[in-house]
C-alpha cells in the first residue's frame, strides 16, 4: 500500500509542539483517559442506545479485537460509511485502537463514490448499516466487492446477510496493540471536490486533536455540554468544530438525531437538555420558520452554530430572537483552517462576518490574481497554513501542485475579505464548486456524467443563487439529435451511483455556447457567462 503520512517542515512541528498545539494525544488515549475520569458519564445517545463512558471505551475494545480477527492488519484502510447511529462511535474508536485507518464516507454517497474512495484509499474493509433512509447498502457493498476486489471485509450493523455481522465484532476480545505514534495519520478525510471526485485528506492525531480541543475552548464546552448532531456525523462541521469529538474529549455527552428536521430535532433537544448543535444555512432557515409553531421546551439550548456555506445577514439576526439562544457562525475546510466568531462578540460581528481563525498560528493571507497581498480590507483568494492545515493530499501530486503553494499554504479556493479587528467574511469562490445547502458538488463532475448521455452534445453545469439552499445546480445542455427531457437526464445521473445532492435541480437547454474570437472560451468562463445570462433573462421576464 502506498504510505498514509501528512508531514509539517521540522522548524513548524517544532514550534507548533513548543506552542502546546500538539500534545501528543490520541484518540484511543483520550477516551480511554475520559473513561477513567469519569466512567458512568453519559457520553453518547443514539436511537435505544445510552452509552456511558465506560461502555464506550469497552465497546471500542471489542470492536478492535473484532476487526484484528477478520486478519485486517494494523495500517490496513476501512471505508466507514454509517449513519447517525450509536455504532459510528465503537466503529471509529475501534478501528484507532487496533490501528487502522477509518475512510469518511457519508449517508449519502453511492457507487461511484465509495468505489473511488475505496481505490484511492486501498481500503480492505467497509463497515455499512443495512439500511438507511429507504436505501440498502448491502446492494452497494455487493458492487463494491465486484468493483475493487481488494475489499475483500463487510462488516454490516444490522441485518448482515451474507456479510460479517458487526455483533460478532462487538463480542469480541484480545490483546491490543500499543497505542500509534500521535504523529501517524489517523484518519481520512474527503474533499469538496471542485475538479471531479473528492480528494483524500490525512489527519495525524496531533493536528485534528487540537482543532477540536481548541474549538471546544472557543465553544465554551465542558463535561455538562450536550452536542446535537444534526448533520452526517462523518462531515468535518459535526465532527471537529467542535462537533463530536470536541464533546467528548471535554467530557460531555453526544446527541445522535436521525434527521436535522425539526419534528425529529427539537424533542431530542427538549428530552437530552441540548446546548448546542450545528446546522447549515438552509436547515438553520427551516429551524426558524417551526419555531413560530413550536410547542418543544428549546430552553437548554445555548448555541446553534452555522457553517458548510454563507448564512446570510438578514437570516443571521433571526436566529436569538426566535430560537432563544446565541448564533456562532463558523467558516472553515476539511483541509484544515477553521474560524469563528466568538460568543462575545458584538452583534454586528456575529451576523455580518464568518469569524476569525481558532489560533495566532494560523498564517491567513489574501493575494490577488497574480499572488500579492491585496490591500486590507479588500477582497481576494483566501491561502493559508497552520497547525491544522495540511501540507498534501493522499497520493494527488497534480491536486497537491495546484493547492498548495511552494511554501506550504494551501489554497482554499475561497474568496474573502478581512475585518480590520481580523474578522473574515466570504465573498465568494474561486473554484467551480456549488454549495447546495452545504454539499460541495463539482461542476465538472456533474458535467462528464451528461456528456456520457447519448442525447447530450455539451453540457455545462453553473449555480444559481437559491433563498433556501444557498445555491442550486442548473445544467446547460446542448440536446445531440433529439432534445431529451430534464427529467431523463436526472434520470440519468441517479442510475449512474451519484449522491441525490449531486442531481441537477434544473436542466435548461440552449442552442449553442457562448465563444470566444479564437473560438474557445474556459470553462469557468463559459460558466459565468451562463449564469449571467440565465439570472439576467430571469430578471427580465
Not at 144 to 157: F, G
Not at 250 to 255: A, I, K, Q
Request: glycine share 8%.
Amino acid at each position: 500500500m502506498i504510505p498514509l503520512q501528512q508531514t509539517w517542515p521540522p522548524e513548524f512541528a517544532a514550534r507548533y509542539r513548543a506552542a502546546g498545539y500538539w500534545r501528543g494525544e490520541t484518540f484511543g488515549g483520550f477516551l480511554r483517559q475520559r473513561a477513567a475520569e469519569a466512567p458512568d458519564r453519559l457520553a453518547v445517545v443514539g436511537g435505544e442506545h445510552r452509552w456511558t463512558y465506560a461502555e464506550l471505551d469497552r465497546r471500542a475494545d471489542a470492536v478492535a479485537a473484532g476487526f484484528l480477527e477478520l486478519g485486517l492488519v494494523p495500517g490496513e484502510r476501512v471505508v466507514v460509511h454509517l449513519s447517525n447511529i450509536a455504532e459510528f462511535f465503537s466503529t471509529v474508536f475501534g478501528l484507532f485502537r487496533a490501528g487502522l485507518v477509518p475512510v469518511y464516507a457519508l449517508p449519502a454517497h453511492r457507487i461511484t463514490e465509495i468505489a473511488h474512495f475505496a481505490r484511492g484509499a486501498e481500503a480492505s474493509a467497509y463497515v455499512i448499516a443495512d439500511r438507511h433512509d429507504g436505501f440498502d447498502y448491502r446492494a452497494l457493498a455487493r458492487q463494491l466487492q465486484t468493483d475493487v476486489p481488494a475489499v475483500r471485509e463487510v462488516v454490516v450493523v444490522g441485518d448482515a446477510g451474507e456479510f460479517t455481522p458487526f455483533a460478532q465484532l462487538e463480542g469480541a476480545s484480545g490483546s491490543l496493540l500499543p497505542e500509534p505514534s500521535p504523529s501517524e495519520v489517523a484518519f481520512l478525510q474527503i474533499s469538496g471536490g471542485s475538479t471531479g471526485l473528492s480528494k483524500l485528506i490525512p489527519r495525524t492525531h496531533d493536528d485534528y486533536i487540537f482543532s477540536f480541543r481548541a474549538s471546544a475552548e472557543i465553544c465554551g464546552q465542558d463535561a455538562s455540554s450536550v452536542y446535537l448532531t444534526a448533520l452526517p456525523v462523518a462531515h468535518n462541521f459535526p465532527m471537529s468544530s467542535p462537533g463530536v469529538f470536541g464533546t467528548l474529549y471535554t467530557g460531555g455527552c453526544v446527541v445522535l438525531s436521525p434527521s436535522p428536521a425539526p419534528d425529529v430535532a427539537f424533542p431530542l433537544i427538549a428530552r437530552e437538555r441540548v446546548t448546542i448543535t450545528g446546522l447549515v444555512p438552509p436547515l438553520a432557515l427551516l429551524w426558524l420558520q417551526a419555531s413560530a409553531a413550536n410547542t418543544h421546551d428549546l430552553s437548554s439550548l445555548q448555541v446553534l452554530q452555522v457553517g458548510g456555506a454563507k448564512l446570510t445577514p438578514e437570516v443571521a439576526k433571526r436566529v436569538g430572537p426566535a430560537l432563544g439562544c446565541t448564533l456562532q457562525q463558523v467558516f472553515g475546510m476539511a483541509e484544515g483552517l477553521v474560524n469563528y466568531t466568538r460568543l462575545d462578540d458584538p452583534e454586528d460581528v456575529i451576523v455580518n462576518t464568518q469569524g476569525r481563525p481558532i489560533s495566532v498560528d494560523d498564517e491567513v493571507i489574501i493575494v490577488d490574481d497574480a499572488g500579492q497581498p491585496v490591500p486590507e480590507g479588500e477582497a481576494g483568494y483566501l491561502l493559508t497554513r497552520g497547525p491544522y492545515t495540511i501540507r498534501a493530499y493522499h497520493n494527488d501530486p497534480a491536486a497537491n501542485a495546484r493547492a498548495f503553494t511552494e511554501d506550504g499554504f494551501y489554497r482554499t479556493g475561497d474568496v474573502v475579505k478581512r475585518t480590520p479587528e481580523g474578522n473574515l467574511v466570504v465573498q465568494g469562490r474561486a473554484t467551480d464548486h456549488i454549495n447546495r445547502a452545504g454539499e460541495k458538488i463539482s461542476a465538472e463532475e456533474i458535467e462528464d456524467h451528461l456528456l456520457a448521455h447519448p442525447a447530450v452534445f455539451d453540457a455545462a453545469v453553473v449555480s444559481i443563487p437559491d433563498a433556501v439552499m444557498g445555491e442550486r445546480s442548473c445544467a446547460f445542455i446542448i440536446p445531440q439529435g433529439e432534445k431529451p427531457k430534464g427529467a431523463v437526464l436526472k434520470a440519468w445521473i441517479r442510475e449512474r451511483g451519484l449522491a441525490e445532492f449531486k442531481v441537477p435541480d434544473q436542466v435548461v437547454f440552449v442552442d449553442g455556447f457562448m465563444e470566444t474570437a479564437v473560438g474557445k472560451i474556459s470553462r469557468k468562463e463559459l460558466r459565468a457567462a451562463l449564469r449571467a445570462r440565465h439570472l439576467a433573462a430571469k430578471e427580465t421576464a
